[in-house]
């Protein structure tokens, strides 16, 4: 199982462990463990803070090595984390048997994720309450005459302030027609402006687990155009939470929003939602093809875009509980904040 600090995914999952900016594998079979990290420095306290054996975690300077040596004369071996392997790696496990397999059990072991534990669903509640500081802080200062690195800045300080690890994506934000139409604009140094219209989608972790939401708001008073935007995305985004709950699947979310952006003359481009649990993204997906039944204990994110050239762009995201009877919101505030 291959992780990184920027996508630890089922490492976090099966060990608690994020490398601190590099790289792990944690090797297991039916008799024992091993986590090796690159990260020297993050060995004294992953042995006190995770729940694997203490001597089970090492430190590696050559990690590829170290797991040829592990494996053996193994015939056939599962990874998980293959997109993040690297070639020279996986030649060196290759080579440490004749013959050796490497299989991509990446999807199989995702779906062990896709219903959230209690302990888990705590854990969510406070990441997206973490992430609810920093929208709370956009809505605050998108105001005429500040930066986007300015604004930026003061909703990383309010999730940090309000107790997040590392971010769970780098923070999406800008301001104006081109950078908002873009759909995941990187905070540059345009001041705000009356007219302009403001997208963020931010996500704050708390040991490890992830939160994710979206708004956008226009500076002032928005043009027609603009509002009619706003108020098309804002009802695709309420049409489908109202669909959501047990045994609806992903595509029968994603149908109502493409017909509901139709009626309104615009289009769906993209990815409507998706899981979030110790990744920012990970199933099920609400999308045209994903018929993964909801179920209680499912945690999905909600995010109709829509994104017109010279007009702008607006998301709309809140997080998930799925619950017995429908959908409990995990992150907070106002969406039409256009309205305010």
Known sequence: M????????????????????????????????????DQPW????????????????????????????????????????WELLPAGVADQIRGAGAGTELVDIGGEAALLRIVKSDEEIALLRE???????????????????????????SVESAMRTAGSGPLAFPLVLGAGAYQTASAVPLPGDGVLADGDMVLIDCGATFQG?????????????????????????????NECEALLGPGVKGTEVHRLATDVAIAGGYTLPFLLGHGI??????????????????????????????????????????????????AEALTSGPIDLWEN
Do not use: K
């Open 42 to 81: 993050d060995v004294a306290q992953a042995r006190e803070t995770l729940w694997l054996r203490r001597e089970a975690v090492l430190a590696s300077d050559d990690i590829g090595s170290d797991v040829a040596q592990l494996v053996g004369s193994s015939q056939r071996i599962g990874v998980v984390g």
């Open 127 to 153: 990441a997206c309450r973490i992430t609810s500081e920093g929208a709370a802080a956009f809505a605050t200062n998108a105001v005429a005459g500040i930066t986007e690195r300015e604004l930026a800045a």
């Open 209 to 237: 687990y992830c939160g994710d939401m979206a708004r956008a708001l226009v500076v002032g008073t928005a043009s027609v155009d603009q509002r009619r935007l706003l108020e098309s995305t804002h009802a695709i985004f």
């Open 277 to 326: 649990g110790c990744q920012n993204w990970e199933p099920p997906f609400l999308s045209g093809e994903d018929v993964t039944e909801f179920a209680p204990g499912m945690i999905i994110t909600l995010e109709p875009g829509i994104y017109v050239p010279d007009v702008g762009g607006a998301r709309l995201e809140n997080t998930f509980l799925i619950t017995e009877t429908g």
């Open 2 to 37: 291959y992780g990184s600090s920027m996508r630890p995914g089922p490492l976090l999952y099966l060990s608690g462990y994020v490398p601190t900016n590099g790289f792990a594998c944690l090797h297991f079979n039916s008799e024992d463990e091993t986590l090796l990290t």
